[in-house]
Structures are given as C-alpha cells and as structure tokens.
C-alpha cells in the first residue's frame, strides 16, 4: 500500500497527513511554541511530597505541577537522581557513564519519601501530553529513541521486541548490541532493527549518544525547571517510527523543513532522499493540492459517510465520560432475505473507518460502538475478529470486548496527545436566518479589487484571489465571466483559487509572493 506524508508549515503550526493510496488516514498538528510534547525530557525540581499517595509534584515549568508517582520513577532512579546532582554541581566531567557508580534498584513496593526531598533535582520525561485541565504526565524512567534501538541510561540490560520470533534473529541482533554497547546503558532493540547489519545498529546508537551528551551538557548549563532535551519533530518521529517502503513520496511546503526531512531521511533510509519533493506553489496551499482540507471536513464532523457502503454513516458523539459511535445503514435493503448479509457487510466497512477514525482523531478513553443488529452468531464472530484486525493496525495501547448481549463493542484506546477536533460548520455570518447572496459578496470583491489596482506602486503581476468553492465557480460562470470583464477592465489576469478551507464570505487577494494585498474574513 503506497503512503506518502504531506508536511504543512504555517506559521507557528505544522500540520502532518499521512495518506494511503490518497486517503486521510492520520492528521498530526505541532505547534512550536507549545512544548511539553511526548518523549521531551525536562530537569525539574520537586516541589512537594504526597505521602499518602505514594507520589510527588514536579515543576517543569508548566502551569501546574506534573504527578510523579512512585511506580513512574523506574528502577534506576537513585543513579538519575545522583547522576542529575553531579553534573549539576560540574562534579560529574563526562556524558559516559563507565565510571559512574550505579546505584541499587529500589524496591518497587517502596515510599517515594525513602526518594526524594523538596527542592531536589530530577530528570522526568513527558509520557502523556497536557490534556484539558490536565497537565503532563511524566516518568523519570528516561529513555531515548532511535530509529533501530532504545538508548536506557543506568543499566546494562538489553532487551528485544517480542515481535522479532527467530530465534537465530534474536541472537544475533543481541550479540551485536552486548558487544558495542557502552558500559552503563541498556538498550532496547526495535522490530524494525530485524535483518539490520552491525554498522546500521552502531550508527544508530553514535547517534543517541549524542543526543544523552547534550542532555548532559544542558544539565549542567541550565537551572530547573527547564527542557534538556526536545523531542525530534512530530513529522520526522513519524518517519522514525514508521518509514518503511511503502513510503513514496514526502512532500513538504517549508524550505527549512525540507532541508530536516532530506538530512533525517539520509541517516535512516539514504537510498530514499528523492521521495522528498519540496512543494513550492504560491497560489495553491499543499493541504488544498492534496485534497487534505476537503477530506477533513469530511472525516471530522459529527455525521461521517462510510465509504463503499451505499449511503451507510456513521454518527459520533462526545460525552464527558466516554464516545459512542453509532453505525447507521442508510440505504441498506430491508428484504428480510437479504437484510442480514447487508447488514454484515456494511458494519464490516463500518469497522474499518471506525479504526481509521480513532486513529485519525486519536480519540482515547471509551468508545462504545453501536453496530447494526444481526442475528447470525458467525457474523458477530466475524465483525469482532475484523474489528481486532483493523485496529491492530493502530501503534496506541488498545483493548477491544466482545460484543455485550446488547450487541454493543467497548474498546479503550490510550490517548497520549489532546484529541483532534476540527470544525467543520460555519455560523452564520449575519446571525440571521438567511446568509448574504453571492452578489454581495461578489460587490464587496469588486470594491476591493478596485482599491488595489488603483495603488500604483504595487506589482499585480501573477496576482491570485482566494475564495470558497461556491464563490469561485460563480466568479467563473457564463461568457463573459465576471474574471474575464476584469480582465478586459484592469488588463490585469486575476488567478482565481478555491479554498475548501475558507468560510464562505471569506477572501483573499495575493501578490506573486503570497504575500496579502488585501484580505477580508468575517
């Protein structure tokens, strides 16, 4: 199956879709200035201990103290903590650890008060984005990821994902790792690191050490709270994470980004740097030249058409406890004979874009799927073991019931990121019953085009309009058009662009730059 990532840098905000053979299938945003993002690592300081709960509050520079419970410290946690005071007291002179007395593990049915004091330094690292009116949640068990291993400082232990079954395989990827290993690290070997040569594995380990020596020297230059260590980029983690040769194309709108992408894409697939396509249109925005903006609105509101499936839906509410997710047959064929295997096969595609959906929102928590009623118990059977497939799919922690009598499915899916909410209604721009008819807002385009072409200094050459669909074809319609009588007035060719992303009474004039001549949005 062909994948290609589409990377969207506008201003602060940088917008991931992955595509499948053209479809929407995961939609990530980053925001630069947010922080606190999953895998950043943050030299905190402990403000306050909670006995009774076993646990302790943080401060990483958010605006409320982050949870740090006594399992979350990880075994290592009294080499963290001595390691973090050395080098902040400039008495630990080196990032390497092969001299470094490693401390006892501590006992996992512990007190967090036999741990830490107020005021004592601590390495933590972000497991779950703030959410809501919840803060970050936090582990001081560090650990750095690469795109073949798992770098864990203070230990010795190298562990291997189950999902590599050879045992031959198995060997020989451990008996490479015990033997470039530094002393004083564990590493975790990935499923993609299968079939990988030594010099592969050696590369990505230089490379994480070198990523633990600068948390080693921002430790020891800056004071808590503060970030010592960011995780890479959400567009290249994704690659990191889930490149493989199904990729065919990565196509990205920032020149700087590009750049990232080109030099991520060398170290870990160099024979594959030519899929990156820098995407340079002035006129047409990546997301619209993708079909991106189009495929949202329609996978994100409440109401989701399901795909070859004759009209069948899906409705998807929001409560504060949890998400129901009701499938609705639409045009389904009542015939008694044949309303079984109808409904069968429409809640089979109904169990793929119900997977496609959790994962494209990341919608975490409950989620109760109320699936079109059958009798048959082996198509029952069938649904779930269909549904388990589709979701296996999906890299979040997830868990799926059996069907209850009611012949509902409950399924709890990890959420490590606020879930995604588009809007995908407009209001009324009048707050009236009835909006403005296209002839206004074609006077109010008119008045302002005039008002540009009347400031002689500007240069309108390649000059482009941006407008909603419905807007744009009837600014295109009949001889002469309404763009064809400016052009015969202004001698001036105005490029019209449709943007699914617009409001209705929403536009936008631009020079040859993309820069704004004028713009109005209401």
């Known amino acids: 199956m062909n994948k290609e990532l589409v990377i969207s840098a506008q201003n602060q905000d940088v917008r991931i879709a992955v595509l499948e053979e053209g479809r929407l299938m995961e939609l990530h945003q980053d925001s630069s200035d947010e922080g606190f993002a999953v895998g950043d690592i943050y030299l905190g300081k402990i403000k306050k201990l909670a006995p009774s709960l076993n646990a302790c509050f943080v401060d990483i520079g958010y605006n409320k103290d982050a949870f740090l419970h006594y399992h979350d410290l990880g075994p290592q946690i009294k080499s963290s903590f001595q390691f973090t005071k050395q080098v902040a007291q400039k008495k630990q002179q080196t990032h390497l650890l092969k001299n470094f007395k490693i401390e006892k593990d501590i ?256 919608m975490g928590g409950i989620v109760v799927v109320d699936f079109i009623d059958m009798k048959s118990s082996e198509h029952k059977k069938e649904l779930f073991e269909h549904l388990r497939a589709e979701m296996a799919k999906d890299k979040a922690k997830h868990k799926i019931l059996p069907p209850s009598k009611f012949g509902l499915i409950q399924i709890t899916r990890q959420r490590v990121r606020p879930e995604l909410n588009y809007t995908t209604t407009e209001e009324n721009p009048n707050q009236e019953d009835e909006i403005e008819a296209p002839i206004v807002v074609i006077d109010r385009i008119n008045e302002t085009l005039q008002a540009i072409m009347d400031r002689k200094n500007k240069d309108l050459t390649n000059m482009s309009l941006h407008v909603h669909p419905f807007v744009a074809a009837y600014l295109k319609q009949g001889f002469p058009s309404i763009q064809l009588k400016w052009l015969m007035k202004y001698k001036k060719w105005v490029k019209i662009v449709p943007r699914d992303a617009y409001k209705y009474l929403q536009f936008n004039f631009l020079d040859r730059n993309k820069n704004t001549l004028y713009n109005e949005s209401n």
Do not use: C
């Open 107 to 362: 006992n996992k049915n512990g007190s967090i008060t036999e741990v830490f004091q107020p005021g004592d330094l601590v390495m933590v690292q972000i497991t779950k984005e703030p959410i809501h009116t919840k803060g970050p949640r936090i582990t001081s068990e560090i650990s750095i990821a690469g795109r073949y291993i798992v770098l864990v400082p203070f230990s010795d232990r190298v562990s291997i994902s189950q999902k590599i079954r050879n045992r031959e395989e198995r060997d020989r990827l451990i008996k490479i790792l015990e033997s470039f290993k530094p002393e004083g690290f564990g590493v975790i070997i990935r499923t993609v690191a299968e079939e990988k040569k030594a010099d592969e594995l050696q590369a990505d380990l230089n490379y994480l050490l070198k990523k633990w020596k600068l948390l080693y020297q921002n430790i020891s230059k800056n004071k808590a709270p503060s970030l010592i260590l960011d995780e890479m980029d959400r567009a290249s983690s994704i690659l990191r994470d889930n490149f493989n040769d199904d990729f065919v194309k990565i196509s990205v709108d920032d020149k700087a980004l590009y750049h990232e992408m080109v030099d991520y894409l060398q170290y870990i697939a160099p024979k594959k740097v030519n899929i990156v396509k820098y995407y340079d249109d002035a006129h047409v925005p990546i997301f619209e030249k993708f079909n991106i903006e189009r495929q949202i609105k329609l996978a994100f509101g409440k109401t989701v058409t399901i795909p070859q499936s004759k009209g069948a839906y899906l409705v998807i509410e929001h409560t504060e406890a949890l998400h129901v997710i009701d499938v609705n047959s639409g045009n389904i064929s009542r015939n008694n004979k044949n309303q079984e295997d109808s409904a069968f096969a429409v809640n089979k595609v109904a169990a793929s874009e119900i997977a496609r959906q959790l994962k494209l929102r990341d």
